[in-house]
Every structure is written in C-alpha cells, then in structure tokens.
C-alpha cells in the first residue's frame, strides 16, 4: 500500500522560508511523478508544484514560480518543496501526491496517491 507522509508546515512571517518534506512507501520511488498541491479556505484545490519521475523537470505555477523550488531525493523516497519569500497569500493545507501513470502533472486527476496534508500559515 502507497502511503505519503508530509511534514515541514507551520506558521512564518511574510517574507520567511519553509522546506516542506514528503516521504512515500510502497512502489519503487523514481516509479511516481510527484507534485504538491495546496488548498485555502473557501478555495479549490490547485497546483504548485511538480517533478518528474527522474527529476528532470520541474513545473511551477505562475503564483508561485520564483519563490518555490521541487526536488526529489529517490535514494530516500521523498520529495520536498523549498519555498522562499513566502506571502500571506500562500497560506493553504499543502498535499503532496504522486502518480504511477501518465498525463498533465499539473492537473490533480493526474494522481492517485495523496498525504494527509500539512498546515502552511503566513503571517503579514
């Protein structure tokens, strides 16, 4: 069974660094395209960020490009998303999730396997 476990969130001032983490068990690691997704109150879930399965591409929203870098570590079977000036705005429950197949890494029908999530709040 595919279990991700993120941590990492918590509560920082505007303009601060965060460094979220994602760990997955199951399959064979560099088998997923992993990607974080957030959600803010009241708001549908979007797309921040995305890696591919060798971590050769990366893809970013507009919201957030500039200010976020997705890596992945497949000899440790995480996957994190450092993020860096960070604005009241970013403040959402961010989900890391990884797909075993194929399509649009920016759309989230395009995962299967989702974390719990983990709380992300930006002070101004």
């Known amino acids: 069974q595919v279990q991700l476990v993120e941590s990492g969130g918590g509560l920082v001032q505007a303009g601060g660094s965060l460094r979220l983490s994602c760990a997955i068990s199951?399959?064979?690691?560099?088998?997923?395209?992993m990607g974080w997704f957030r959600q803010a109150p009241g708001k549908e879930r979007e797309f921040v960020a995305a890696?591919?399965?060798?971590?050769?591409?990366?893809s970013y929203a507009d919201s957030v490009k500039g200010r976020c870098t997705i890596s992945r570590d497949n000899a440790k079977r995480t996957v994190y998303l450092q993020m860096n000036s960070l604005k009241p705005e970013d403040t959402a429950v961010y989900y890391c999730?990884?797909?075993?197949?194929?399509?649009?890494?920016?759309?989230?029908?395009?995962?299967?396997?989702w974390g719990q999530g983990t709380q992300v709040t930006v002070s101004s």
């Open positions: 999730a990884a797909s075993s197949g194929y399509g649009f890494i920016q759309l989230d029908n395009t995962y299967n396997y």
């Open positions: 199951g399959r064979t690691f560099n088998s997923y395209v």
């Open positions: 890696i591919t399965r060798s971590g050769g591409s990366t």
